[in-house]
């Protein structure tokens, strides 16, 4: 089992930055790709952002060029880094983490508000 921790999220202006963190524990070593989620009110759940063990990161398209996914393996932390942040990036966003035998663990969530 991996247990994960999101935080950092808060209310931001536009234009603002936040940086997410997730801590993870239990199972490490099963770990092969790590990601952010995000739910907005009313919209199915995206993947905004991951990270997989000897690969690129990949974000999804309304990102690009503006968040980061990075990961501390040696504390066992995952991080989102927020720039230029937009009303549209409000959301409760999940860490979510994916293990070698193909099972998925999430985070409890964490809510980003980009309002003026």
């Known amino acids: 089992q991996v247990q994960l921790v999101e935080s950092g999220g808060g209310l931001v202006q536009p234009g603002g930055s936040l940086r997410l963190s997730c801590a993870a524990s239990?199972?490490?070593?099963?770990?092969?790709?790590m990601a952010w989620y995000r739910q907005a009110p009313g919209k199915q759940r995206e993947v905004v952002a991951t990270?997989?063990?000897?690969?690129?990161?990949n974000y999804v398209e309304s990102v690009k060029g503006r968040f980061t996914i990075s990961r501390d393996n040696a504390n066992n932390m995952m991080y989102l880094q927020m720039n230029s942040l937009k009303p549209e990036d409000t959301a409760v966003y999940y860490c979510?983490?994916?293990?070698?035998?193909?099972?998925?663990?999430w985070g409890q969530g964490t809510q980003v508000t980009v309002s003026s």
């Open positions: 979510n983490v994916r293990t070698y035998s193909g099972s998925y663990h």
């Open positions: 239990g199972s490490i070593s099963s770990i092969y790709a």
């Open positions: 990270i997989t063990t000897g690969s690129s990161p």
